[in-house]
C-alpha cells in the first residue's frame, strides 16, 4: 500500500508526478530471492520497479534487476579499507560485502541493504554508504518501514512540496529567509584537540577545517590496473547550525565529522582569523581562507540542497604533499 499512498500524494501535489513504473518481473524477483535479498523489499519492487522521485530526497532507487551489477561496482570501493563510525545497530566499517545497494544519489553515495547488523540491528535494515566519509546510519528498520514512514509524512503534511525551493521539505524548520555567513558566523576562530592533543581548527557555528588522509590503493577495472597514491587533502566539514540556514525545512543533513578524523599542524590560526573575518559580507557567497583556499556556498544539481564545500590553494595542496 506505501507505493499507492505515495503515488497518490505526487499525483494531487507536484508540479508534475513521475512516471509510474511497472513492476519487477517474477524472474528477476526469483534471482534477487536467491541472492538473500529481504522478502518485503522484493515483494515493494514486485509492486514498483524503482523511482526517480522528487519525494526521496536525494537517492534514486534502483530497479531490482540493477541491483547486483550495483552490488558488484560497489564492493570495488572495498580496497579503500579502514573503519565506519555507526549511528544505529551498523558494523563499524568501511564497507561490508553483505550491503547491496539499492539507490544512489549524484556524489556517488549510496542507500543500502544491510543484510548483516550488528547486536541490536534487524537485518534488511536501511544504512547508508558515504563513499568520502565515515559516519554509517541507519535509515529505517526495513524498506517496508521506510516507505511507510515517508507515506506517513506525506499524508500528514509533516513533508510538503516547497514551490520555490522546488523539492520536498518540512515546513516545521522552514520559516525564515536563508542565512548569510554573517548571519552564522562568530567573531572568532577556536583551536580544538582531543585526548591526544592534535589540534584541528574549529570555526563556531561554521564547522570545523582539518586534514583529510585519504589512503592509496590500486584499483582493477576492465582488466587495467590503476595505482591511486595517498594523499593529505583540506577537508571542511560544516555544522548543523550552518547545513540547517543554508537549507531552510530540510531535515537530516550531516554536521561536522567525528574530531579523530580531521587535524591541521601548525596553522598560524590568528592570520586565518583575520582574513576570514576580513571577508565576511552580508552577501559573501564564498569565504576567503588566507593561503589555504575559500569555502563556497554550491546547491545540490539533484536534490537543491546548499553545502558548504572548500576550494583548496594550489600551494596548501603541495605543501600537505611534498
Known sequence: MSWKRIQAWEKAHLPKAPRKRRGATKAVADQAIAMGLPEDYVARMRE??????????????????????????????????????????VRPVYLSPRWFPIGSDIDGDRLCLDLDPADGGHVGQLVEFLHDDSPRR??????TAWLDSLADDLETGRMVWDVDLKRVTSPATAPGPRATWEAVAERALEVLADDEGKARLGLPRLGVLGVHYKKGFTLEFA?????????????????????????????????????????????????????????????????????????????????????VVLEAARTARDRLNP
Request: charged share 20%.
Open 223 to 307: 582488466g587495467r590496473s590503476q595505482v591511486v597514491r595517498p594523499v593529505r587533502a583540506l577537508a571542511f566539514w560544516a555544522s548543523e547550525d550552518l547545513l540547517a540556514a543554508l537549507n531552510p525545512g530540510v531535515a537530516g543533513l550531516r554536521g561536522p565529522k567525528p574530531a579523530s578524523s580531521a587535524w591541521l599542524e601548525g596553522l598560524d590560526t590568528a592570520a586565518l582569523a583575520a582574513g576570514v573575518l576580513d571577508s565576511i559580507g552580508p552577501t559573501t557567497k564564498a569565504m576567503a581562507l588566507p593561503g589555504l583556499g575559500r569555502l563556497k556556498v554550491v546547491t545540490h544539481k539533484q536534490t537543491g540542497e546548499r553545502r
Open 138 to 143: 541507519v535509515v529505517a528498520t526495513s524498506f
Open 48 to 89: 514498483t520497479d524503482g523511482s526517480d522521485s522528487p519525494v526521496f530526497g536525494r537517492w534514486r532507487l534502483y530497479a531490482l534487476g540493477e541491483v547486483p551489477e550495483a552490488w558488484r561496482n560497489l564492493q570495488e570501493w572495498s580496497v579503500v579499507g579502514g573503519a565506519g563510525v555507526p549511528t544505529g545497530p
